[in-house]
């Protein structure tokens, strides 16, 4: 049976409702509305504010890629823009892992934790536009620096580090396997 089908006196098995126990008192009607009152009933419901996003996306990128132009054509701004870069990293990634933290410890703990889960947690999961568009600023961020300044780019010393960590590993395992260690 369909829930549109059901009739009032009919329980959705088919079974006929037994009905209320003398002295009991009935349900209300509307007891999942709450109170709504007049003001509420008769405002006008709000769209969604779709330019919240992009405008917060231009409020990131613009004085970014002013800094990134500066730092590349002279080295007085490279400073600048190093430290404007790790607030423009840190940011999105600090507001989605507090998001992230307040819906639940475990996805809380992969935003800390697992690299790069911020950004999918930020995509599939977080409903504020503005955060989402915050972390695509990033990625184009980290993207752009990449492509055209790539000896100081972030993406660049992590790769980096890795190969030095990976090396270091490796070293030890060869160590390890010698007779005499």
């Known amino acids: 049976m369909r829930l549109a089908d059901h009739a009032p006196?009919?329980?959705?098995?088919?079974r006929t409702a037994e009905p209320p126990a003398p002295g009991s008192a009935p349900a209300p009607k509307w007891?999942?509305?709450?109170?709504?009152?007049?003001?509420?009933?008769?405002?006008k419901q709000r769209g969604p504010?779709?330019?919240?996003?992009?405008?917060?996306?231009?409020?990131?990128?613009?004085?970014?890629a002013l800094l990134f132009w500066q730092a590349i054509r002279s080295p007085e701004w490279v400073s600048t823009y190093v430290a404007a870069r790790w607030a423009a990293?840190?940011?999105?990634?600090?507001?989605?892992?507090?998001?992230?933290l307040r819906e639940g410890v475990l996805p809380g703990?992969?935003?800390?934790l697992v690299p790069g889960y911020v950004v999918a947690y930020s995509l599939r999961r977080v409903e504020r536009a503005?955060?989402?568009y915050l972390i695509l600023g990033a990625l184009a961020l980290l993207a752009a620096e990449y492509v055209w300044w790539r000896d100081r780019s972030v993406v660049t010393a992590i790769v980096?580090?890795?190969?030095?960590?990976?090396?270091?590993?490796?070293?030890l395992l060869k160590r390890a396997g010698e007779p005499d260690f």
């Open 130 to 132: 503005w955060m989402r």
């Open 31 to 43: 007891a999942g509305m709450g109170r709504v009152t007049a003001r509420q009933a008769l405002q």
């Open 160 to 171: 980096a580090r890795a190969d030095a960590l990976n090396n270091r590993i490796t070293l």
């Open 109 to 112: 703990l992969g935003c800390l």
């Open 9 to 14: 006196g009919h329980r959705l098995d088919g």
């Open 89 to 100: 990293l840190g940011a999105p990634w600090l507001l989605v892992t507090v998001e992230a």
């Open 49 to 64: 504010r779709t330019w919240i996003g992009p405008l917060a996306l231009a409020l990131y990128a613009a004085p970014m």
